[in-house]
């Protein structure tokens, strides 16, 4: 399970599981990816509920 992170100065893939972490990065500086990191972890719950309902249909 993962998502994807865009902004302005790039993109950045991030797994979910079995821990928040960066699996790709393309132009996000660390500060970025810290921030995106935080956020991921602190909604993780919210987006494997989502996930799944997506992926359940």
Known sequence: MH?????????AKL?????V???H???LSERQL???QALVEAHADEI???WQQHFAS
Do not use: K, L, Q, S
Request: aromatic letters at 4%; proline letters at 4%.
């Open 3 to 11: 998502v994807h992170v865009h902004c302005a100065d790039g993109e």
């Open 15 to 19: 797994w979910i599981e079995p821990r």
């Open 21 to 23: 972490e960066v699996a």
């Open 25 to 27: 990065n393309a132009g």
């Open 34 to 36: 810290r921030a995106a």
């Open 48 to 50: 494997r509920r989502a």
